[in-house]
């Protein structure tokens, strides 16, 4: 009876060091299996980008509710070849575009939006850019084409551009894509985000903006 609540006594032991091991493991929150955060330059700061820890930590009020609009379908520029992407890769380009200047990691919602709350490094360029014609120049000038004498442009020199808006019902992001495509922008330099927003804060990943 002795040896029989001793081997009782030691498996709850090893029960509760088992569940206490994975509750220190469970406090980390990671991005990918090796990646815990990074740090990212936003107007002229460096901001470190992780998971929140807190493991009470809700989505933001801006993105909490689900009553929005339809989806977007996962390949809306058929047949452009328009890569759509996920947090991970979406991550990889924010961690690339620190060191290469030709990637660009872009807000396509209007200022407020973006002032309000927003991917930190990103840049703001509204989805109704394209819808003017000086707009429209300088947002190409920024995205490094170059507009020729006879009036065409030379997307040699085009940077590749992580795209994203508030969420998988947005049409913003999708938008402007479609008015780059019209003007010949590579579709294989341009990158769609999807979950935008929602998906970023659902995940508790940094964000930055006045709402914070």
């Given at each position: 009876?002795?040896?029989?609540?001793?081997?009782?006594?030691?498996?709850?032991?090893?029960?509760?060091?088992?569940?206490?091991?994975?509750?220190?493991?469970?406090?980390?929150?990671?991005?990918?299996?090796?990646?815990?955060?990074?740090?990212?330059?936003?107007?002229?700061?460096?901001?470190?980008?992780?998971?929140?820890?807190?493991?009470?930590?809700?989505?933001?009020?801006?993105?909490?509710?689900?009553?929005?609009?339809?989806?977007?379908?996962?390949?809306?520029?058929?047949?452009?070849?328009?890569?759509?992407?996920?947090?991970?890769?979406?991550?990889?380009?924010?961690?690339?575009?620190?060191?290469?200047?030709?990637?660009?990691?872009?807000?396509?919602?209007?200022?407020?939006?973006?002032?309000?709350?927003?991917?930190?490094?990103?840049?703001?360029v509204p989805f109704t850019v394209m819808k003017e014609e000086e707009s429209a120049a300088d947002a190409l000038d920024d995205f490094g084409v170059v507009k020729n004498a006879d009036g065409s442009?030379?997307?040699?020199?085009?940077?590749?551009?992580?795209?994203?808006?508030?969420?998988?019902?947005?049409?913003?992001?999708?938008?402007?894509?479609?008015?780059?495509?019209?003007?010949?922008?590579?579709?294989?330099?341009?990158?769609?985000?999807?979950?935008?927003?929602?998906?970023?804060?659902?995940?508790?990943?940094?964000?930055?903006?006045?709402?914070?």
């Amino acid at each position: 009876m002795f040896k029989q609540t001793i081997k009782g006594l030691a498996l709850v032991t090893l029960i509760a060091s088992s569940s206490m091991v994975l509750a220190e493991g469970a406090r980390k929150a990671m991005i990918t299996p090796e990646l815990y955060s990074f740090t990212v330059e936003h107007d002229g700061e460096p901001i470190e980008v992780m998971r929140n820890q807190n493991p009470d930590n809700k989505v933001h009020e801006l993105y909490n509710t689900t009553f929005r609009g339809m989806p977007q379908p996962i390949h809306p520029f058929e047949p452009h070849d328009v890569e759509t992407i996920g947090e991970r890769e979406f991550v990889a380009l924010m961690q690339a575009a620190q060191k290469d200047e030709n990637i660009l990691i872009v807000d396509t919602r209007t200022e407020g939006w973006h002032y309000r709350l927003t991917i930190p490094g990103s840049v703001n360029v509204p989805f109704t850019v394209m819808k003017e014609e000086e707009s429209a120049a300088d947002a190409l000038d920024d995205f490094g084409v170059v507009k020729n004498a006879d009036g065409s442009y030379d997307f040699a020199q085009a940077k590749t551009l992580a795209m994203f808006c508030n969420g998988y019902w947005c049409g913003q992001t999708p938008t402007l894509i479609r008015a780059l495509l019209e003007k010949d922008y590579p579709a294989d330099k341009m990158k769609y985000y999807r979950g935008g927003m929602q998906a970023w804060t659902s995940l508790g990943l940094t964000t930055v903006g006045d709402a914070e």
